[in-house]
């Protein structure tokens, strides 16, 4: 079966048989090697997340609460103040792994409510809400993604042509994917679509991950190289572009991806609408804008050294390596979430989804 079915059996973030442990599959070994990994300990969590072994806003997420969960079970405290007390230490901790991704604080933070709106039960009785809370990360993922897929969908027709950035399919979520969902639904209906997948340097997600995903997937994937999305936008074979996100501040503004935004100024130039796909859980109305969006720097290595038998580049040059770049709103054609698609001014579109709907009060 192809990766999509087994994205849908939802093995690739799991907890253990068990219970007691984070099952994930290693994504820094695909695609030449398919392995899984078993995390026991908060260290082993913080490792797999800033090692991107797992990857992709809401996986980290889904890792987040499984793992939350997981360590809330090494605790042996029945004291409540002391057992909030260490499992808060141990949010905070994992917080660290990955900045950027505003999932990986959400899960925490949901979990930790769990906790604090529990005060009054005994510690073992808090244990079973917080393995609930978890599932239900999981399972509101694979909704959300259906329904971002069939919104996304709604875009793009049969024979189109999509250029896409990193990595926001399955292995990324939890089933279909974002960016990826619409392609993966889409054919799935019997329709035909030809993707143009960006190796995106330096971690080559693209190359690794997406062109891999969607060859199992059965649809026709192309690979490039960064610096080649322009041409294949110039040759008219880009219908739209489809890019996954880390966080979206409140006036639209994007963190994606390093390279994110040099496709969106290219889509631009060329009149190819940009579309960028996530859940709501993705967006951060306490951020007012990009410039409020912490940007993760990596290991100078990963440039010089990674993915090469020989350094590329003499000890002494210096680098310069964010993992993520930010995508100014002006170029984003829509933000489409599970809630619908959110069109400028995104001060209103994205503010307007966070408002009770009275037939559901």
Same mark, same amino acid.
């Given at each position: 079966?192809?990766?999509?079915?087994?994205?849908?059996?939802?093995?690739?973030?799991?907890? !253990? %048989?068990?219970? /007691?442990?984070?099952?994930?599959?290693?994504?820094?070994?695909?695609?030449?090697?398919?392995? &899984?990994?078993?995390?026991?300990?908060?260290?082993?969590?913080?490792?797999?997340?800033?090692?991107?072994?797992?990857?992709?806003?809401?996986?980290?997420?889904?890792?987040?609460?499984?793992?939350?969960?997981?360590?809330?079970?090494?605790?042996? *405290?029945?004291?409540?103040?002391?057992?909030?007390?260490?499992?808060?230490?141990?949010?905070?901790?994992?917080?660290?792994?990955?900045?950027?991704?505003?999932?990986?604080?959400?899960?925490?933070?949901?979990?930790?409510?769990?906790?604090?709106? #529990?005060?009054?039960?005994?510690?073992? %009785?808090?244990?079973?809400?917080?393995?609930?809370?978890?599932?239900?990360?999981?399972?509101?993922?694979?909704?959300?993604?259906?329904?971002?897929?069939?919104?996304?969908? !709604?875009?793009?027709?049969?024979? %189109?042509?999509?250029?896409?950035?990193?990595?926001?399919?399955?292995?990324?979520?939890?089933?279909?994917?974002?960016?990826?969902?619409?392609?993966?639904?889409?054919?799935?209906?019997?329709?035909?679509?030809?993707?143009?997948?960006?190796?995106?340097?330096?971690?080559?997600?693209?190359?690794?991950?997406?062109? &891999?995903?969607?060859?199992?997937?059965?649809?026709?994937?192309?690979?490039?190289?960064? #610096?080649?999305?322009?041409?294949?936008? /110039? #040759?008219?074979?880009?219908?739209?572009?489809?890019?996954?996100?880390?966080?979206?501040?409140? #006036?639209?503004?994007?963190?994606?991806?390093?390279?994110?935004?040099?496709?969106?100024?290219?889509?631009?130039?060329?009149?190819?609408?940009? &579309?960028?796909?996530?859940?709501?859980?993705?967006?951060?109305?306490?951020?007012?804008?990009?410039?409020?969006? *912490?940007?993760?720097?990596?290991?100078?290595? *990963?440039?010089?050294?990674?993915?090469?038998?020989?350094?590329?580049?003499?000890?002494?040059?210096?680098?310069?390596?964010?993992?993520?770049?930010?995508?100014?709103?002006?170029?984003? !054609?829509?933000?489409?979430?599970?809630?619908?698609?959110?069109?400028?001014?995104?001060?209103?579109?994205?503010?307007?989804?966070?408002?009770?709907?009275?037939?559901?009060?």
């Amino acid at each position: 079966m192809g990766l999509a079915g087994e994205s849908t059996n939802m093995d690739h973030v799991r907890l !253990s %048989d068990d219970g /007691k442990y984070v099952v994930i599959l290693d994504q820094s070994k695909l695609p030449s090697e398919t392995e &899984y990994r078993t995390l026991k300990s908060a260290e082993d969590i913080y490792e797999a997340i800033f090692r991107l072994r797992v990857r992709g806003a809401p996986a980290i997420g889904i890792c987040a609460g499984y793992g939350m969960y997981c360590l809330a079970q090494t605790i042996h *405290e029945e004291d409540y103040e002391t057992f909030k007390s260490r499992f808060v230490e141990y949010g905070d901790y994992l917080n660290g792994s990955r900045p950027t991704a505003v999932n990986l604080s959400w899960a925490i933070k949901r979990m930790t409510a769990v906790v604090e709106g #529990n005060s009054h039960k005994p510690v073992k %009785d808090i244990l079973p809400l917080l393995e609930r809370e978890c599932r239900a990360i999981h399972q509101e993922d694979i909704r959300m993604c259906r329904a971002i897929s069939e919104f996304g969908l !709604s875009l793009i027709k049969d024979g %189109d042509g999509i250029l896409t950035h990193c990595n926001a399919g399955p292995l990324a979520t939890s089933r279909y994917g974002t960016a990826l969902g619409p392609l993966i639904l889409g054919k799935e209906r019997g329709m035909e679509f030809h993707v143009f997948a960006d190796e995106t340097r330096p971690l080559l997600q693209g190359a690794r991950l997406t062109a &891999y995903e969607l060859v199992k997937a059965g649809i026709d994937v192309t690979l490039i190289c960064d #610096n080649m999305a322009g041409t294949v936008m /110039k #040759n008219g074979w880009v219908s739209a572009c489809f890019v996954g996100c880390d966080r979206v501040a409140a #006036n639209g503004d994007t963190a994606n991806k390093i390279g994110t935004s040099v496709v969106a100024v290219l889509a631009k130039y060329y009149g190819i609408p940009f &579309y960028v796909l996530g859940p709501t859980s993705t967006i951060d109305m306490e951020c007012a804008s990009g410039e409020d969006i *912490e940007i993760e720097e990596r290991d100078p290595d *990963e440039i010089k050294k990674m993915f090469y038998q020989k350094p590329m580049a003499l000890e002494e040059v210096k680098c310069y390596n964010p993992a993520f770049d930010v995508t100014d709103h002006s170029l984003i !054609s829509g933000i489409i979430t599970e809630k619908g698609i959110c069109r400028p001014p995104y001060e209103d579109s994205l503010k307007a989804l966070f408002i009770p709907d009275p037939h559901q009060l």
